[in-house]
């Protein structure tokens, strides 16, 4: 579980094929402490496991279907990445609740500067979509960010400029690619309002109807 308060980034060293993954070594811009094998890191919002530590580097390994899922499958040596340790018991939440597992995969249409701050247009999935709300939140690369308008393919976002400097939304362009993960409780209810839609339409039979006097 994770905040969507990055607060760290990392710098992507090397990037190697293994069977059905990829196996990455990431440099963490600054020195992190009580890092340990098996520790969860989210990076660009997506949970990764740490399988191996340097001094200043992690190594994690991604299977195909995250890398299919996620924007992971396109970095390369010198990308830049958030990222975020787990949440521990005690830990201030400053975002919302994330889980580093992402729902798609989302692209910036617009950036534009309003003041001193910049608002994001930005165009997802049908599915993705209807599961915002305005004044609702969002994670993009694992940035906990607040939904202040939705349209028919794109939703909008604004940040200010501490975000933009301690993230790599500082660094995307219009047609970037980012991951995005929908409000916790939203993916719930969405699940519960489909599985009982699910089950009313698989237990409503003529014998029942019949019964209830129709």
């Known amino acids: ?6 607060q760290n980034q990392g710098t992507v060293v090397r990037k190697e094929r293994c069977a059905q993954q990829i196996h990455f070594t990431f440099g963490f811009r600054k020195k992190e ?12 919002g997506v949970c990764l496991t740490v ?27 010198g990308n830049q990445v958030n990222l975020e340790r787990s949440l521990r018991v005690g830990d201030s939440i400053g975002g919302h609740f994330v889980t580093g597992h992402v729902d798609g995969v989302g692209r910036i249409v617009t950036i534009k500067k309003q003041g001193a701050n910049y608002t994001l247009q930005i165009e997802a999935s049908a599915d993705i979509i209807r599961s915002l709300i305005v004044k609702g939140s969002v994670a993009i690369d694992g940035i906990s960010l607040t939904i202040q308008g939705i349209h028919t393919n794109t939703f909008k976002v604004a940040m ?11 660094f995307k362009k219009e047609g970037s690619f980012v991951n995005l993960e929908i409000d916790l409780t939203t993916r719930y209810l969405k699940g519960l309002t489909a599985l009982n839609t699910s ?6 039979t003529l014998k029942r109807l019949k019964a209830q006097g129709f």
């Open 1 to 6: 579980m994770f905040t969507g308060i990055i």
């Open 33 to 44: 402490k009580g890092v340990k094998i098996g520790d969860s890191i989210a990076v660009d």
């Open 51 to 77: 399988v191996k530590l340097g001094q200043k580097t992690f190594e994690a390994d991604v299977i195909d279907e995250t890398l299919k899922a996620t924007t992971l499958g396109r970095l390369v040596i």
């Open 160 to 170: 200010i400029p501490l975000t933009l400097r301690q993230t790599t939304l500082g």
């Open 199 to 204: 089950r009313s339409s698989s237990t409503l």
